[in-house]
């Protein structure tokens, strides 16, 4: 069979089966545009999924201080048949924070208590535990034992802690693990005949980030800093709106010493019936304090959500009236005064004690979730003057409803462009389609508006809010399709974040998420090495990329976005190829007399469009890094079906 001409000389190159792109992509290296801001990628984080408690937040005990609806969830009692030991719940009124705690009466038969754990506690071999226990003697003296044991009633480090005191008192004791074990439970056996209270029983593993007591999952932590993060916003999400009103996210609850922090029912714990969890409730041991020192830690500016005098309006959308609404403003002016106040002040004098005299630089403030609605506006605009004329610099992020378009949608941008609001957050959870086909979104919207914060997306690989979403490829692939609008758009988007952040294996109600996590190990979905590509490939300011003076947004399956770097001097080009065949690109990067010899090239692409990463394969879709050699200014390169390439070459003298 004789081969057409073409085919031969493909098969010459060794590109049969590609498209071989007939135009060019031009970058106009001599004309940057716009600013790329620092905030430009970053992070959600709500506490859906475990995401604080059993996550985050390393505290091993559940139900720590028996505040959950039913007091002794997550605790049972363990017995020899001679013991007569027992339990009583007491609820006082001196401390509205934490009213119950545990009266124990043993007899000298052995007698315990036995905590469950979040879905069981993650032990490591080797690592150092810290076990604390507010308590009071009674009568009598008791002495602690302590066991770590796995399903097979194995012991797994020990220790003994006697309780001194007649006093409230906090008790301390660490102890070694000596094997590793997934879903390990604690036993307190009480020795000795006596009475004693108990309240604030707890295990925190040593390696914790940064090695602080009482502190976050070093392993997660670490995940997020890896990505280098623009902002962090928090705590939500529907979080923040709560149920109800009286069941809202209130920072102030989740400020000073940790026994005095109010807890509240997490209202993912009833959310969906198809995921009920009915051991979901919030210690506000990760409050607001740790989150800005969060934010700190990782570099990334704090973006606290405050709850505007409405609930959640998939729930019962109950409101404040508006004349009512000064007490949430006050909290709103507190917390600039808790972030950025001198340590003279009351918020800031807290800050001071809780160990950050320094301020933490609050510049981000997000008014209701995602709210909608006249009702909303009718809020926004008291927050706003209030805030605004106390504190001019703060930047309020408000809020353009659950979808990105429709009427709901149409009647808050207008409202929030006529009130030349400073950034609107929009959300879109859609299909993978979607994404691609919105990559352009941002390229005509008006440029007198609002500054745009992509606030929440994931692209649904089944339906929004479906149990079957998965973490795919084609998933990842389409947002990073989608970011390139987002970067070539920075003069409009100043910000955005995948969402939700976290979920745990065993006790999640979302999907798809960035991280997954169980007891013991997490991993990165392949949307989590996209955004981090993005964001660790940031650059300073957005420069065109085009072929045949048009962008490159969606025609032969192919977008792109390029940046220029301006500390290193490097041209970072964002490549997503969503075709099923492979496309050979020539890039002209304009107005450069000379590029370093060897560029450097990340690319990602799953097996199939339907990979994802799991436990056992963590990197399974991940980047993998090349050199790439590199010819006068022009770059040649072939990009494979369905990929995502990010490429940084070097402008030298
Ligand atoms: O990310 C999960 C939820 O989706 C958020 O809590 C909410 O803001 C949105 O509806």
């Not at 985050?56 to 969830?73: I, Q, W």
């Not at 339990?87 to 315990?112: C, H, M, S, W």
């Not at 009351?346 to 001071?352: M, N, P, S, T, Y």
């Not at 609002?450 to 692209?459: Q, T």
């Amino acid at each position: 069979m004789q081969l057409p001409k073409l085919y031969k000389t493909l098969i010459a190159l060794g590109l049969a089966g590609q498209v071989a792109a007939q135009t060019p992509l031009v970058v106009q290296v001599n004309k940057p545009k716009a600013d790329v801001q620092p905030t430009m990628w970053g992070l959600f984080f709500e506490d859906i999924n475990m995401g604080a408690d059993g996550g985050l937040y390393a505290e091993l005990v559940k139900n720590r201080s028996f505040e959950f609806t039913t007091p002794l969830m997550g605790w049972r009692e363990s017995r020899s048949t001679k013991s007569t030991g027992s339990v009583l719940v007491i609820n006082r009124a001196d401390q509205p924070a934490n009213p119950r705690f545990l009266r124990v009466k043993t007899d000298g038969e052995k007698y315990g208590l036995i905590n469950e754990g979040f879905r069981g506690m993650g032990i490591k071999q080797g690592v150092g535990y810290d076990f604390s226990i507010l308590s009071k003697n009674v009568e009598g003296n008791l002495t602690l034992k302590l066991e770590l044991v796995n399903g097979e009633g194995q012991v797994l480090g020990t220790a003994s802690l006697p309780l001194t005191s007649n006093d409230w008192k906090k008790h301390s004791v660490s102890f070694t693990a000596s094997k590793t074990e997934p879903k390990a439970k604690l036993n307190i056996w009480f020795e000795g005949k006596g009475t004693a209270d108990l309240d604030m029983i707890s295990l925190f593993p040593k390696d914790t980030w940064k090695n602080r007591p009482g502190g976050l999952r070093a392993d997660l932590v670490q995940l997020l800093a890896d990505m280098k993060p623009g902002f962090l916003r928090f705590p939500g999400g529907c979080i923040v709106e709560g149920y109800d009103l009286d069941r809202r996210y209130q920072w102030k609850n989740t400020v000073g010493p940790i026994e005095a922090r109010k807890g509240e029912i997490n209202r993912w714990n009833t959310e969906f019936k198809h995921r009920l969890t009915p051991d979901y409730f919030q210690t506000f041991g990760l409050g607001f304090f740790e989150y800005f020192q969060l934010s700190e830690d990782i570099g990334a500016e704090p973006l606290p959500i405050l709850n505007c005098g409405m609930a959640c309006q998939y729930n019962s959308g109950e409101v404040v009236p508006v004349d009512e609404l000064d007490p949430y403003v006050q909290d709103a002016l507190d917390l600039i005064e808790f972030a950025n106040g001198s340590t003279d002040t009351k918020w800031g004098k807290l800050r001071a004690e809780m160990g950050h005299p320094k301020p933490f630089n609050l510049k981000l403030l997000g008014i209701g979730n995602e709210q909608w609605g006249p009702q909303y506006i009718d809020r926004y605009v008291v927050f706003e003057k209030a805030i605004k004329s106390k504190y001019p610099n703060v930047r309020l992020i408000s809020s353009a409803g659950p979808n990105p378009d429709g009427e709901v949608f149409g009647f808050l941008s207008g409202k929030l462009r006529e009130l030349k609001a400073d950034i609107v957050d929009e959300h879109y959870y859609r299909s993978p389609q979607w994404f691609m086909e919105n990559a352009n979104r941002y390229d005509d919207y008006d440029r007198k508006g609002p500054k745009i914060f992509a606030g929440e997306y994931a692209s649904q690989s089944k339906d929004i809010a479906s149990q079957n979403n998965k973490n795919t490829w084609l998933c990842a692939l389409s947002e990073a399709a989608f970011m390139t609008g987002l970067e070539r758009n920075a003069d409009m988007v100043h910000m955005a974040s995948y969402a939700p952040l976290f979920a745990h294996a065993d006790g999640w109600q979302w999907t798809p998420d960035l991280i997954w996590m169980n007891n013991l190990q997490s991993y990165g979905t392949p949307n989590y090495y996209v955004q981090k590509l993005y964001s660790t490939n940031k650059g300073t300011k957005v420069l065109p990329i085009t072929a045949n003076n048009e962008w490159v947004s969606g025609k032969n399956k192919l977008y792109a976005s390029a940046t220029w770097d301006e500390p290193t001097k490097e041209i970072i080009l964002k490549l997503v190829n969503t075709s099923d065949q492979a496309q050979t690109e020539t890039i002209n990067l304009e107005g450069v007399k000379k590029l370093d010899s060897k560029a450097k090239r990340w690319t990602m692409k799953g097996a199939e469009l339907d990979s994802e990463n799991s436990f056992e394969n963590p990197k399974q879709v991940s980047p993998t890094e090349e050199e790439l050699a590199v010819k006068g200014t022009k770059l040649t390169l072939t990009l494979a079906p369905q990929s995502f390439s990010v490429i940084r070459v070097k402008v030298v003298k």
